[in-house]
């Protein structure tokens, strides 16, 4: 049976002033679910939204994960609501903050449709076997199973499995279904009795057949009615049926829409993120200006938002291999009072709990400040790995977006970044001096993912730069254009930039002398990634030239060189004849550094046997054992 609570509480503190720190309230049980406790805060006026924000949170006390709907009304207005859920034991839901029309310091919380269930939207206020939906309790769930029914009794009439909490003696729910189901009131049809005419005969004995011949007609048409009743019955129960059944679909897939925002897939997601960003800076008094950059590739989305009093927020969203996401944000200010107003607000201390995440070097939060050209930076940077659990805080602004007079919505906003940069690179290419912005235009067509503009302008800044000042970043650039699959894909063309690359960065004047020096060093990292992309982009056409730089790529405790050149052998490719002896010795310098994949080859060359390479059984069974050993992935 459908409960809900109505709690009218004054807050006892006075509005919040921006630049003070605004309290969460203490935490209060609803009386009525007493295992159900919230907690609110009221973060005052902001002037450029014109509105009064709040935030609630929740708290399950319960021995069992709850769900419900909740809200929080001022004045008629419940812009903080929606469904919470699975909530479970001990823990806590934040819903973020959102604006309010009204003054007023005065709330009502709602609590609806609770539900004791291992998932949300899992009961029911009819449906057999589903929980009904929680009465009031002490603080132990106190909800019933809704009860199994059957469709006919002995006698063949409607019959009922009912009781006080029966799904026909309860109020309507927010679930739409029949108050009473046609099924199990059905009244059978009644047909006249046929009587024929009785012949006068003294005859006893025909008198009796007779009789005995309307018996059998008025049982057979009693049986036609009973069946035809039962046929009507069955009928419209599956009629109901399904109606509930579509009606309880609907329900599920509007509840899943929103609150089980896909942030693995869905790109809408990023934009949400960032009305999130730009409605909460806006709240702390730095109203929006505009979006002065946006890149997009295969691997990351970047934004940066700037506001007013040189304020900026730059959101990257980057998508890992496994399929993660790993968002940072970085707020820029050039005064240190703006950035102590941003350290201190609400905004912030949320974004600390909610950015607790930490990956791969990247801690959820920290700052720094650098000076340039006589100008000092303050850096605030936030970075988590997002899952779907992540999606829950913003499913109002999912819904629902943001915008005010000067700002659209990201989505908006990043369109007219791009009207406008397609704008400002045509201005420039036909400017007089184009060559000489030749770099600028580049990167611009590069964030449009105008690849094939980008190079052309990139190559056209390296020809007019001259020869003692080119360095490798920029034929890097060019060659990772080429060389990209999800970009140009030309391999033969980054050939040649990826040999330039390599040239420069040996003669680099800081860093060369770090080459071949591995452990911790960045600058030989790149360059080893380097060979290792170029011998890749050679190997088909040149397979001799691929192995004397495969060979190059060799670093103590790392494998992968001597198996590329293993691979060549073994292939025969670039001109390089099939050689499987010659491919099992470069295979065996891998396997004795620990290289599974190296040791899972050598597996293969001997099961098989080939030009150079006798079959031998008991090798072939020993490296694949050793490799499935090293690594679970090459486990047969």
């Known amino acids: 049976m459908k409960k809900y609570i109505l709690l009218t509480f004054i807050l006892l503190q006075t509005a919040f002033v921006f630049g003070q720190s605004a309290q969460w309230g203490p935490w209060t049980s609803v009386s009525c679910y007493k295992g159900i406790q919230y907690s609110v805060m009221n973060l005052g006026f902001n002037k450029s939204t014109n509105s009064y924000w709040w935030n609630v949170r929740w708290k399950n006390n319960y021995s069992k994960a709850v769900s419900f709907d909740g809200e929080v009304v001022i004045a008629g207005e419940n812009s903080l609501h929606g469904g919470f859920g699975n909530i479970q034991p001990g823990g806590t839901q934040t ?154 679909a609907a329900i599920e897939t509007q509840k899943k829409a929103e609150r089980a925002i896909n942030t693995l897939k869905d790109p809408k997601f990023f934009e949400t ?160 001096n184009a060559g000489a912005k030749a770099y600028t235009i580049a990167s611009k067509y590069e964030d449009m993912k105008d690849y094939e503009n980008a190079v052309k302008y990139y190559i056209i800044n390296y020809n007019n730069t001259p020869e003692e000042k080119r360095s490798y970043w920029l034929t890097e650039k060019i060659a990772d254009l080429y060389y990209n699959k999800e970009r140009l894909d030309k391999k033969d063309s980054a050939a040649t930039w990826l040999a330039l690359t390599l040239k420069y960065m040996e003669n680099d004047p800081k860093n060369k002398d770090d080459i071949g020096k591995p452990k911790g060093n960045w600058f030989d990292s790149k360059y080893t990634t380097l060979l290792y992309n170029y011998g890749n982009s050679v190997k088909k056409t040149d397979g001799k030239l691929a192995i004397e730089i495969y060979l190059k790529a060799v670093r103590e405790g790392f494998t992968g060189a001597y198996t590329a050149v293993g691979v060549i052998y073994e292939l025969g490719t670039g001109g390089i004849e099939k050689d499987w002896k010659q491919a099992a010795a470069y295979y065996e310098k891998d396997a004795d550094k620990k290289g599974g994949k190296a040791m899972y080859y050598l597996g293969q060359l001997y099961e098989k046997g080939g030009p150079n390479l006798e079959k031998d059984e008991r090798k072939s069974e020993k490296w694949f054992k050793m490799a499935c050993k090293t690594d679970k992935q090459y486990c047969k």
């Open 95 to 248: 819903y973020t903050s959102l604006p309010y029309k009204s003054s007023s310091i005065n709330f009502t919380v709602r609590v609806t449709k609770v539900c004791f269930s291992d998932r949300y939207g899992g009961c029911s206020t009819n449906l057999e076997g589903y929980p009904n939906y929680a009465e009031c309790d002490n603080g132990t769930p106190n909800y019933k199973i809704n009860p199994k029914k059957t469709a006919n009794n002995s006698q063949g009439g409607p019959s009922t499995t009912a009781g006080a909490n029966s799904p026909n003696n309860q109020a309507p729910s927010p679930a739409p279904a029949s108050s009473q189901n046609p099924v199990y009131n059905n009244t059978p049809v009644s047909l006249p009795t046929y009587t024929p005419p009785v012949a006068n005969t003294n005859n006893n004995q025909s008198a009796v057949n007779a009789q005995r011949k309307v018996d059998a007609i008025n049982q057979l048409g009693q049986q036609a009615v009973n069946l035809i009743s039962s046929i009507q019955a069955d009928a419209q129960r599956r009629k109901e049926e399904k109606k509930i059944e579509a009606q309880n």
């Open 273 to 432: 993120y960032c009305d999130f960003i730009v409605a909460n800076v806006e709240a702390i008094g730095f109203p929006y200006a505009k979006i002065s950059k946006y890149k997009e590739d295969e691997k990351l989305k970047s934004v940066t938002i700037d506001f007013a009093n040189n304020v900026q927020a730059d959101i990257k969203h980057y998508r890992l291999a496994d399929g993660d996401m790993l968002y940072t944000v970085d707020f820029t200010t050039r005064n240190l009072v703006h950035g102590n107003h941003l350290a201190n607000s609400q905004l912030f201390e949320f974004m600390k709990q909610f950015h607790f995440f930490e990956y791969n070097g990247y801690t959820n939060y920290n700052t720094s400040s650098s000076t340039v050209s006589g100008v000092t930076y303050y850096w605030y940077r936030f970075s988590d790995l997002f899952r779907m659990d992540k999606s829950q805080p913003f499913t109002n602004l999912y819904l629902q977006g943001y915008k005010t007079d000067k700002y659209d919505g990201a989505s908006t906003e990043i369109g007219k970044y791009k009207t406008s940069a397609m704008d400002e690179i045509s201005t420039l290419v036909n400017s007089e």
